[in-house]
């Protein structure tokens, strides 16, 4: 089955610098990344997603760039907030016909961003 | 949190007693999932629907049932729950159709196992 690894586990920036949070995965049929950002006590929120026809994908301070070759994908959170630190989780999967779309995610990362 | 609800938010049993988690989305979405959530492990998959009656395992399923006798509501049991149980459940929600890959996650319920 899918394996995805992330990296790193906790990363702390200052605020307005960049974060970049890199994740790994091994079923080459994959598909489809998204990224979650939890907050603590609450579920985790979609944030940020990318298919596997797109190499790059931004929504105003957030990015997601995807290797299909080296099979990594990234998130980048440029001018970094105190509001931006939460709990932050790559997840994969498999969305094509006889599938199960299941999603797979990494362990997360705790990004602390200091005022 | 998408339409979608868990009940109950909190709850604390003992070790071997049946447990029940709800979940109610208001998106008439086909797709429903339940996860579990350890320090260490981020997000597991127990058990998933995608329709009514149909249902499947997950990665961590042993200990857990699910049942989904309408569209809006996907049920997780724990026939007898251990210990090892004590966790955060969250349900789940997808369209998953030809333009929407997207998951959403409920609120989330903790359960302490003593």
């Known amino acids: 089955g899918e394996n995805v690894e992330q990296h790193p586990s906790t990363l702390s920036v200052q605020e307005g610098d960049s974060a970049v949070i890199k994740c790994t995965y091994s079923?080459?049929?994959?598909?489809?990344f998204p990224w979650y950002k939890q907050e603590l006590g609450k579920g985790p929120q979609l944030i940020i997603d990318?298919?596997?026809?797109?190499g790059e994908k931004k929504d105003q301070r957030i990015a997601v760039t995807l290797n299909k070759t080296a099979k990594h994908f990234s998130l980048h959170i440029t001018e970094t907030q105190p509001e931006d630190s939460a709990v932050y989780f790559c997840?994969?999967?498999?969305?094509?016909?006889?599938?199960?779309?299941?999603?797979?995610f990494g362990k997360g990362t705790l990004l602390t961003v200091n005022p | 949190d998408a339409g979608i609800t868990q009940s109950p938010r909190h709850k604390v049993t003992e070790t071997g007693t049946p447990v029940t988690l709800r979940c109610h989305q208001t998106?008439?979405?086909?797709?429903m999932y339940w996860y579990r959530q350890d320090p260490g492990h981020g997000l597991r998959l127990i058990h998933y629907?995608?329709?009514?009656?149909?249902?499947d395992k997950g990665e961590v399923s042993d200990g857990y049932s699910v049942s989904r006798s309408k569209t809006e509501d996907f049920l997780l049991t724990l026939e007898s729950a251990t210990s090892s149980q004590t966790s955060v459940y969250f349900c789940?929600?997808?369209?998953?159709?030809?333009?929407?890959?997207?998951?959403?996650f409920g609120p989330g319920t903790r359960l302490t196992v003593t």
């Open positions: 789940a929600i997808s369209a998953r159709d030809i333009t929407s890959y997207e998951q959403y």
């Open positions: 629907s995608y329709g009514v009656k149909d249902t």
């Open positions: 990318i298919r596997s026809n797109v």
């Open positions: 079923d080459s049929a994959s598909n489809y």
């Open positions: 997840a994969a999967s498999r969305n094509r016909g006889g599938s199960n779309y299941k999603l797979t």
């Open positions: 998106e008439n979405h086909r797709y």
